[in-house]
């Protein structure tokens, strides 16, 4: 009688661990779907870690590191209490992501022809794979681009909004008052980069370029 009761014990002790795995599974499913939302719309996720390693409560709270991606070989923290477990997970995502679509010479600007949405597995691409067809908008290609070929973010640079040499208007600004002069450009920049200016006196400044090629000081 007593190796019938635990054999019994040690079948229900099984389908409860498994019970648990399965419903950790589901939770990291809609977690990942969750953080992914606007990228992928299809989630898979499979637990690496034993059974024996996951999180004894029934609903851990989850988290990843702020910085870390949200696909492929992941390790997520789940806490019960006081309790923190590191679970093992492969997360596949698959969503759009930005190809070219025409061949692009180096040094090019993109136009809108130059690159359309593929679909396919996120985390099966190239690290810092560009998923936003928007930031393709009148960039620059640092390299030859084919069709077909998916565009990394270090492919590319956001095209010189001002220019070394070129005249622009400095404006700086401080709390209740803005004067503003015409200096010139001592480096290239982008939008929302930096950029060094030598005033008609001669100073040097530094401010960051706006949409409209001023350059803006807050004092």
């Given at each position: 009688?007593?190796?019938?009761?635990?054999?019994?014990?040690?079948?229900?002790?099984?389908?409860?661990?498994?019970?648990?795995?399965?419903?950790?599974?589901?939770?990291?499913?809609?977690?990942?779907?969750?953080?992914?939302?606007?990228?992928?719309?299809?989630?898979?996720?499979?637990?690496?870690?034993?059974?024996?390693?996951?999180?004894?409560?029934?609903?851990?709270?989850?988290?990843?590191?702020?910085?870390?991606?949200?696909?492929?070989?992941?390790?997520?923290?789940?806490?019960?209490?006081?309790?923190?477990?590191?679970?093992?997970?492969?997360?596949?995502?698959?969503?759009?992501?930005?190809?070219?679509?025409?061949?692009?010479?180096?040094?090019?600007?993109?136009?809108?022809?130059?690159?359309?949405?593929?679909?396919?597995?996120?985390?099966?691409?190239?690290?810092?794979?560009?998923?936003?067809i928007n930031q393709a908008q009148d960039a620059v290609s640092l390299r030859d681009l084919v069709p077909g070929q998916a565009i990394q973010l270090s492919m590319l640079?956001?095209?010189?909004?001002?220019?070394?040499?070129?005249?622009?208007?400095?404006?700086?600004?401080?709390?209740?008052?803005?004067?503003?002069?015409?200096?010139?450009?001592?480096?290239?920049?982008?939008?929302?980069?930096?950029?060094?200016?030598?005033?008609?006196?001669?100073?040097?400044?530094?401010?960051?370029?706006?949409?409209?090629?001023?350059?803006?000081?807050?004092?």
């Open positions: 009688m007593n190796t019938l009761k635990g054999g019994l014990a040690a079948i229900l002790l099984l389908f409860s661990t498994q019970a648990l795995a399965s419903d950790l599974n589901a939770q990291l499913t809609a977690f990942f779907a969750n953080r992914l939302a606007g990228f992928s719309d299809e989630v898979v996720v499979q637990i690496r870690s034993a059974q024996n390693l996951l999180p004894a409560c029934e609903q851990p709270a989850l988290s990843v590191a702020g910085n870390a991606r949200l696909w492929g070989n992941l390790n997520v923290l789940a806490q019960c209490a006081n309790e923190k477990r590191y679970v093992q997970v492969m997360v596949q995502a698959t969503g759009n992501y930005v190809v070219a679509a025409q061949p692009v010479a180096r040094g090019s600007q993109l136009q809108t022809e130059s690159v359309t949405l593929k679909r396919g597995r996120l985390d099966q691409l190239p690290p810092r794979t560009m998923l936003d640079r956001q095209a010189w909004r001002v220019k070394a040499g070129q005249k622009v208007q400095v404006i700086a600004s401080g709390d209740g008052f803005s004067v503003n002069g015409e200096g010139q450009a001592m480096n290239n920049a982008s939008v929302a980069q930096r950029a060094r200016v030598r005033m008609a006196s001669g100073q040097i400044v530094s401010g960051t370029v706006a949409p409209d090629g001023n350059i803006l000081i807050n004092l």
